[in-house]
């Protein structure tokens, strides 16, 4: 792989030195900026569940900047994410592959309970180190959770990397640090009694400032926020105000499981602090990721970038109990089934919506069915350079440009090793779904029609005995064994 991975780096060098030569013989000086390179912003919500937004049905609050990208933009309605829980999802993406295939298939730390997540090998070819041989800048702001050493945001084609990149510390919004690139940034006041500084705000800084100082040239910015992953803990400011009071709370005690405060004796870093208001500070924590949306695409205006500039938004995961939040007050997986670790719809379908001014027409909604394994195939697309030979994907290009010639994929798969081991698979409308396949009492196969049944409420395997065998013949072959991850 490692050799692979210089072999792609020579190719995508000499196409981009024919690319180069090209544009010498046929593009004058006046239309140089006709062919200049999109910006590209891509924007994670984590545990963000498929009807958090107000654009896919949430009534309980809005999000106005995000439903703006929308109307703006194209909204999908059947995309999916790599993986039930965060790491695999961010494999998938960075790499551009499903979990039959990815490196990271779980969230697998090097010491349990220590923190430090199992590294995305070194031979790994990223969406970032497509695009920075490509000649974009490329930055990553917010949660990683992908490894340190060999794994690092810095060692897998970012050129600036701030956030957290074990996901078990960003469980913590009130952290002492977080990582610049491969240092330690001490956050003021933040010392585990202290609530001072909000790492979701410091990131927003940095981001905003990695735009600033790339305006000339084309960037890629990957900004994975920690938003609205437990721990549930917000500010007590105006945005706070607006929810405090609305909702009849149930409130997350000290004293419950995987609770620890900020200041007990025997605070675990990795654990969430209880909540007397947890509804109304997950409303004001999507309410606040919606703000720094607005923030962003007020800076791209500011700087006279946006009509260059892709955005891209989506979620990693269905939305999660943990930390006092409630998928079912919310209806957050917007009436699917399952949520965060489920391979049922509503444990892996995202909201996705994708802005590109003069480029995708306004208010597009489509039904075409992709996964996060495609975007790196898709930006690549857009960067004028091959998708390596290692993606799973299918760039969604012609979908986002209009263009009827949209290449469909045979199947979408998925697997997680967790409580036996599980697996999906969608091909067209069928959806299979195994549990338990590892155990001495495997469990039943489950087939759903979701052009009839999207809520996956009615299992007909028995009466489709042959698509059950086909689908199961497809997940064999979609799997190949993981060195880092046994199923």
Known sequence: ?????????????????????????????????????????????????????????QEKFKTPN???????????????????????????????????????????????GKGGQVPLPASSITIAEVLKEAGYVTGMFGKWGLGFNEGDPNTQGFDEFYGYNDQKLAHRYYPPYLNHNKDIDSLEGNDWTQKVTYAPDRIQEETLKFIENNKDTPFFAYIPSVIPHAELIVPNDTLFSKYNGRFEE?????????????????MKFYEYCPQE??????????????????????????????ENTIIMFASDNGPAREGGANPDFFNSNGGLKGIKRDLYEGG??????????????????????????????????????????????????????GNENQKQHDYLYWEFNIKGGRKAIRKGNWKGVWYSINKKKQGNFELYDLSKDLA???NIAEEHPEIVKELKSLMHEASVASDLFSF
Request: with cysteine; aromatic share 6%; glycine share 8%.
């Open 66 to 112: 995000i439903d703006a990208l929308a109307s703006r933009g194209i909204k999908f309605t059947q995309h999916y994410s790599g993986a039930a829980v965060c790491a695999p999802a961010r494999s998938s993406l960075m790499t551009g592959q499903h979990t039959g295939h990815t490196p990271i298939r779980g969230n697998k730390e090097i010491m349990e």
């Open 456 to 458: 996956e409420e009615n």
């Open 1 to 57: 792989m490692i050799k692979t991975k210089l072999a792609l780096r020579i190719v995508i060098g000499l196409t981009l030195c024919v690319s180069c030569k090209k544009t010498t013989q046929h593009v004058d000086e006046s239309k140089k900026e006709e062919v200049k390179k999109p910006n590209i912003i891509y924007i994670l919500a984590d545990d963000l569940g498929y009807g958090d937004l107000s654009c896919y049905g």
């Open 277 to 306: 208001k947890p509804y109304a500070t997950y409303a004001t924590m999507i309410d606040r990721l919606d703000k720094q949306v607005g923030e962003i695409v007020a800076k791209l205006e500011t700087l006279g970038l946006s």
């Open 348 to 401: 892996i379908r995202s909201p996705f919506i994708t802005v590109w001014p003069k480029k995708i027409k306004a208010g597009t909604v489509s039904n075409h069915i992709s996964a996060f394994w495609d975007i790196m195939p898709t930006l690549a697309d857009l960067a004028g350079i091959e998708t390596p030979k290692q993606s799973d994907g299918i760039s969604m290009l012609p979908t986002l440009l």
């Open 250 to 266: 149930v409130p997350l005690k000290n004293e419950e499981k995987y609770t620890s405060d900020y200041g007990d004796e025997d």
